[in-house]
């Protein structure tokens, strides 16, 4: 079975600040990894996704993130945020059952950036 | 479409009374997936068809819930008699597979609200 577990509920950062969204991961294979962000009211926009070509992604919008299997971590960063990036982040896996994939995503519970000026 | 196309936005029912949500996946997209977002950020996976066959339905209610992906028609998620604890926003997403690391596409969500 997977589970995600996002560390940090709110974020609060100033603009022009790094940002440092946590994640750690449980799966029993090698996981596809996905972060998505959500604006109100709207649907979830894919920021990256992990393929295991590469440990360290790169997604839209200047964001990247870290796949780190010791740690179990696909922590989300930013260089430098910006008042746009104010929305709520999910950190997601998608679900194989001894190495085959059913599609089915686990989300974790969210992290909501709040970007000050 | 470019896009996962979702219909009503905003559909609101008195308890008791059938609720129907309309999904139109991306052209080309292979399958299709319905989730449940409950208390604005709780996730809960309900259930995927590949085509019009369904593939995994491990979380919906065994009862009173119900979907279809029919050919040529937007795929469709219907609750019967439903109850207050359906509030919910629905999202529907797609993709063209579930194998490696292809994405889901969501489109911007159904809220259902029953009084």
């Known amino acids: 079975a997977q589970s995600v577990t996002q560390l940090d509920s709110h974020v609060s950062v100033s603009e022009g600040t790094p940002v440092l969204l946590r994640c750690n991961y449980s799966?029993?294979?090698?996981?596809?990894l996905f972060w998505y962000v959500q604006h109100p009211n709207k649907g979830l926009q894919l920021l990256l996704k992990?393929?295991?070509?590469?440990?360290l992604v790169k997604g839209i919008n200047g964001f990247e993130a870290e796949f780190k299997k010791s740690e179990t971590s696909f922590h989300l960063t930013k260089p430098s945020a910006h008042m746009s990036d104010a929305a709520e982040y999910f950190c997601?896996?998608?679900?194989?059952?001894?190495?085959?994939?059913?599609?089915?995503?686990?989300f974790g519970q969210g992290t909501i950036l709040t970007v000050h000026p | 479409g470019e896009e996962v196309a979702q219909t009503p936005k905003h559909l609101v029912r008195g308890e008791g009374q059938k609720a129907k949500l309309y999904c139109a996946p991306i052209?080309?997209?292979?399958?299709v997936f319905w989730y449940q977002q409950v208390l604005k950020n709780e996730f809960k996976f309900l259930i995927s068809?590949?085509?019009?066959?369904?593939?995994?339905e491990t979380g919906m209610p065994k009862e009173r819930f119900s979907a279809k992906c029919l050919p040529n028609s937007p795929c469709s998620l219907e609750i019967q008699a439903t109850k207050l604890e359906d509030s919910a926003v629905y999202f529907c997403?797609?993709?063209?597979?579930?194998?490696?690391?292809?994405?889901?596409?969501f489109g911007d969500g159904t809220r259902l609200s029953i009084l």
């Open positions: 997601v896996v998608s679900a194989s059952f001894g190495g085959t994939s059913y599609g089915k995503l686990t």
């Open positions: 068809f590949q085509n019009e066959n369904v593939f995994d």
């Open positions: 997403a797609s993709s063209q597979s579930i194998v490696g690391a292809r994405p889901q596409h």
């Open positions: 799966s029993s294979y090698s996981p596809s």
């Open positions: 992990y393929t295991s070509a590469a440990t």
């Open positions: 052209k080309g997209h292979s399958y």
